[in-house]
Structures are given as structure tokens and as C-alpha cells.
């Protein structure tokens, strides 16, 4: 079924065709995975650029990935509740919303929502940036590093060691904030979308489909591609010391629209299953789980992403640990979110549900990087990685 481009009938029609339209026009898809992949690459090095930027002398958290689940909850709680965005749904005007009947309001309130989650653009900020910003699989990582008092300080200091009650302790640390700010910022975000609802702008949807979809469609694919050219020819491969900067961000980008492509076919595979437990989310943010600590095993070991001396590292070691930490930044950072899953927390209907679906979600994760990550950790023990 095409995608409507104009008004055939009334409004309320159009709306209702627009309803039950599914996303079956090949342009539709085509512009829908450019912006998963354009959005993808911007939301991946969001995450680091922000990660880099929180390790400073002092500072009182040490959890980088914090922020960046803080920041991208926030944006998924305003783009959830805003009314204003994506008004010309599938090319109607804008109309003028209900004010005087509630339930009228509500009701086109809900219809809109359902309307927009179609519209490429919005899934590209949703599930392209806020996911791909926001990441379960670190958060769940620097969980089981603050239970193995292995988190890194930013001066570097020496951690003293301490008993099994401080372990658990920092790991409750971990959890609570990371869970309650989120869901903190995710509730501000839909208070923001309703304070700056007056002077919202609506985004035309003509100039989209004409200019900006095709737009994002180049730059999408076409950053992806480089991002793949710069990892196999990196500028520095000349010289003396090569393989350095491309280890920074390149590989993590080269993968990121891969575990965004997972994370938004499983999702819609399988969400729709289990009304009270969100099962692709949830599948998803498991197996990026079980990727990153597999990785992480991979990479702290003797001659696969470590030396014994690094001055020594032979430079395929080196570009080794720099793909593994690619894979862990960019394939599982994006197929695993906080931001739709904190979603889904505040969205399930039961309270009950939604407890469930979190703690099930912390624990079965928690549990596989602890047998993975920790029964490597607590036998041969972890050396420091070559490219860390």
C-alpha cells in the first residue's frame, strides 16, 4: 500500500487510512533505514564524545555512560509526547487540535502518537539517535565493574580493595542512579514537550519526503561507506606507529548501524507479543550484553587484544583490541537502549509489569556478564588492553 502524499477525503479519513497504513512503500523503508543509519553514526559518537568528556579530576560520578542514558532518555520522553513535530501526518495540514472535549483530545492525541511512530524522521530521532545514544549493555558493564571494584577513577589512582558489603553497595549505586535518572529525564522530557508546546514548530512534511529524505539518504549511506573506507585505509597507516587513530571512534561507527538494524527488526518482530513484557527490547539488550562481555573477555586476554608489554604489541594485536572495542561501542551500544526501555517502564500499564520487566531485564543481564566476564576475571585474572 503507497504512502499517501496529499489529502484524498476528509481529514479525519486520511487520518484513519494513515492508522492503519503499514510501512510496505519501498521509498518509505529506504528513507525510514537511511535515518537509522545516519542517525545511528550521530548517536554513537554522541555517546563517546559525551563518555570522554564526563572523565575529569574529581568527578563524582564515574559511570561516563550516565549521561549520555540521561540525555537520550530526556529527548525520547519530549519526542514521545510531543504533539507538535509531525502534525502533517503523511502530508495533511495541520489541523487545529480539540481544546474544549477531553476525550476528543486524548483520543487524537493517541491517534497521532500511533501515526508518527510510521514517519521515517521519527523513527530515525527515536530509535536511530535515543537509541543509539543511550546504551544497556555499558550500563550493565560498568554494573558488574563497580561489583568488581574495577570502575576507573580519573586520576587514575590505585582503588584499595574492599569486602564483598562495599561491592554490593556500589553495584546498588550503579543501578539506582542510572535507573532513576533515567526514568527522571524521561518524565522531564514530556514535561518540556508540553511546557514548549505553544511555540513548537511543526516540520513540513512536503519539505521532508522532497528535500531532507533524500538528503539524510546520501549522507546516511554515504558516511557509513567512508566510515568503512577509513577503517581499512586509515590516514595514519603511513606511518611509523599506525593503526592509532582510527581506534578512537571509526570502528564503533562501522558497526553502529548494524545493532541499530537488530534492535529495530527484533523490536518490531516481537514487541507486539507480549503486551506486558516488552520481548524484542528485551532481547536485544541481553544478547548486546552477552556480545560486549564476550568481547570484553576477549579483549583483557594475553594476545588477542592485550601484550605482555605494550610497547611491544605486534600492530594486529592492536587493531584486534581496537575492533573488539569497536564492536562493544558500536554494535552493542546500539543494538542495547535505556531509552526505550526506561520507556517502557513508565509506559506498561500494571506497575507490576513493569518492575518485572526491569529487574528480569538487570538480573538475567547482570547474571551473563558475571558468568562470562567474571569467571575469566576471578581465575586467570584481566590485563589492561593495548588500545585501552
Not at 85 to 100: H, K, V
Not at 214 to 223: A, D, F, I, R, S
Not at 248 to 257: E, G, H, K, L, N
Amino acid at each position: 500500500m503507497s504512502t499517501p502524499e496529499a489529502p484524498v477525503e476528509s481529514a479525519p479519513k486520511q487520518r484513519e487510512d494513515a492508522v492503519l497504513q503499514p510501512l510496505s512503500h519501498p521509498a518509505t523503508q529506504f528513507y525510514t533505514l537511511s535515518y537509522l543509519v545516519f542517525f545511528s553514526i550521530f548517536g554513537t559518537l554522541a555517546r563517546l564524545g559525551l563518555q570522554a568528556l564526563t572523565v575529569y579530576p574529581g568527578a563524582p560520578v564515574v559511570t561516563g555512560v550516565l549521561w549520555a542514558n540521561v540525555g537520550g532518555s530526556l529527548l525520547m520522553g519530549f519526542l514521545l509526547e510531543d504533539q507538535n513535530l509531525f502534525r502533517e501526518e503523511w502530508g495533511q495540514p495541520a489541523t487545529a487540535r480539540p481544546r474544549d472535549d477531553p476525550d476528543e483530545a486524548r483520543e487524537r492525541a493517541k491517534q497521532h502518537t500511533t501515526v508518527k511512530k510510521t514517519i521515517p524522521l521519527y523513527i530515525g530521532l527515536t530509535t536511530g539517535f535515543c537509541g543509539c545514544f543511550t546504551s544497556f549493555s555499558s550500563f550493565i558493564r560498568d554494573v558488574f565493574l563497580a561489583l568488581t571494584n574495577d570502575l576507573s577513577t580519573p586520576s587514575h589512582d590505585p582503588i584499595a580493595s574492599r569486602n564483598g558489603g562495599y561491592s554490593f553497595m556500589a553495584l546498588v549505586a550503579v543501578i539506582l542512579t542510572t535507573v532513576a535518572l533515567s526514568l527522571a529525564a524521561l518524565m522531564f522530557g514530556t514535561h518540556l514537550a508540553l511546557a514548549l508546546d505553544p511555540i513548537t514548530p511543526t516540520v513540513p512534511f512536503r519539505f521532508t519526503r522532497r528535500y531532507l529524505d533524500p538528503l539524510v539518504g546520501l549522507l546516511g549511506w554515504g558516511c557509513w561507506l567512508g566510515a568503512v573506507f577509513l577503517a581499512i585505509w586509515p590516514p595514519d597507516r603511513h606511518d611509523p606507529a599506525p593503526e592509532v587513530w582510527r581506534g578512537r571512534a571509526v570502528f564503533a561507527i562501522v558497526f553502529a548501524p548494524l545493532g541499530c538494524f537488530l534492535r529495530f527488526y527484533v523490536s518490531l518482530a516481537l514487541n507486539a507479543r507480549l503486551p506486558a513484557f516488552p520481548l524484542g527490547t528485551f532481547a536485544v539488550n541481553i544478547f548486546g550484553t552477552i556480545i560486549l562481555a564476550m568481547c570484553y573477555d576477549l579483549q583483557h586476554v594475553p594476545g588477542i587484544g592485550t601484550a605482555l608489554v605494550a610497547a611491544t604489541a605486534a600492530s594486529s594485536i592492536l587493531t584486534s583490541c581496537q575492533v573488539l572495542q569497536g564492536v562493544m561501542d558500536g554494535f552493542c551500544g546500539s543494538a542495547t537502549t535505556i531509552s526505550t526501555w526506561v520507556a517502557e517502564l513508565h509506559g506498561l500499564r500494571k506497575r507490576r509489569d513493569a518492575y518485572l520487566y526491569g529487574v528480569v531485564s538487570i538480573a538475567v543481564a547482570l547474571a551473563f556478564f558475571v558468568i562470562i566476564a567474571g569467571s575469566l576475571g576471578w581465575t586467570r585474572g584481566f590485563v589492561d588492553p593495548v588500545c585501552g
